[in-house]
């Protein structure tokens, strides 16, 4: 099993709607959790940390589950600039920290 | 300094010779990762310093490539007789050594092997 895995997407979406992605993880001691952003042709950039009570940022939500080993982001009333690659980061000890493979998510107008 | 600084931004090179891309990190930052994001595809882990410890190389796809952190600073990742599937944007992260920070990528050497 992979140590993080993603929705593999793409998901295609319109203007306005409400879209979720999931990723899971393996290891039960991992404690820091983030979705980042990756424009296309770009460095990825933090979008969010995720906390264990849920936390929000505008139109964005990230929760954790540990119970089950996942984390979601989910992005209300989406954009056209919201299009990008959403990758899920989780340490898998101490300082160290691995990459989701990515969901790609498109906002059409 | 500011941000992650790499060099050089893109490095076109002739299958077999070798190429060293190096990662100058935040002033600070302890931790610096390497990894490697072929064309439309996911991230790869390469290798990871944390401070003095020994390095985690558990990510290098071969004995080709290796990575060295000279003063706890810079990094200089170095690909030895490359080849056409070594073609790919590696990218160099670093962070203050708490993973509670997440961490700040580089913009990235596009490798390109021909």
């Known amino acids: 099993r992979k140590e993080v895995e993603q929705d593999p997407g793409p998901f295609n979406v319109p203007e306005g709607a409400t879209v979720a992605f999931n990723c899971t993880y393996s290891?039960?001691?991992?404690?820091?959790f983030f979705w980042y952003r990756q424009d296309c042709r770009k460095e990825p950039k933090l979008l969010m940390s995720v906390y264990s009570s849920g936390n929000e940022d505008g139109r964005f939500t990230a929760q954790l589950n540990r119970a089950s080993q996942y984390i979601s982001l989910l992005i209300r009333d989406s954009k056209l600039s919201d299009s990008a690659t959403y990758l899920c980061v989780v340490n898998i000890n101490n300082n160290d920290m691995r990459f989701g493979a990515g969901t790609r998510l498109t906002v059409k107008p | 300094g500011a941000g992650v600084s790499q060099s050089p931004s893109n490095k076109v090179t002739e299958k077999g010779k070798d190429v060293e891309l190096r990662c100058d990190p935040i002033s600070g930052h302890t931790a610096l990762y390497w990894y490697r994001q072929s064309l439309g595809q996911g991230l790869e882990f390469l290798i990871y310093f944390q401070g003095n410890s020994a390095p985690d190389k558990s990510g290098l796809p071969s004995d080709r490539f290796s990575a060295e952190r000279t003063g706890g600073s810079v990094s200089t990742l170095t690909i030895q007789r490359t080849q056409q599937e070594d073609s790919a944007v590696y990218l160099c992260?670093?962070?203050?050594?708490?993973?509670?920070?997440?961490?700040?990528f580089g913009s990235g050497t596009r490798l390109t092997v021909v």
């Open positions: 290891n039960s001691a991992s404690q820091s």
């Open positions: 992260a670093s962070s203050r050594g708490h993973t509670a920070y997440g961490y700040t």
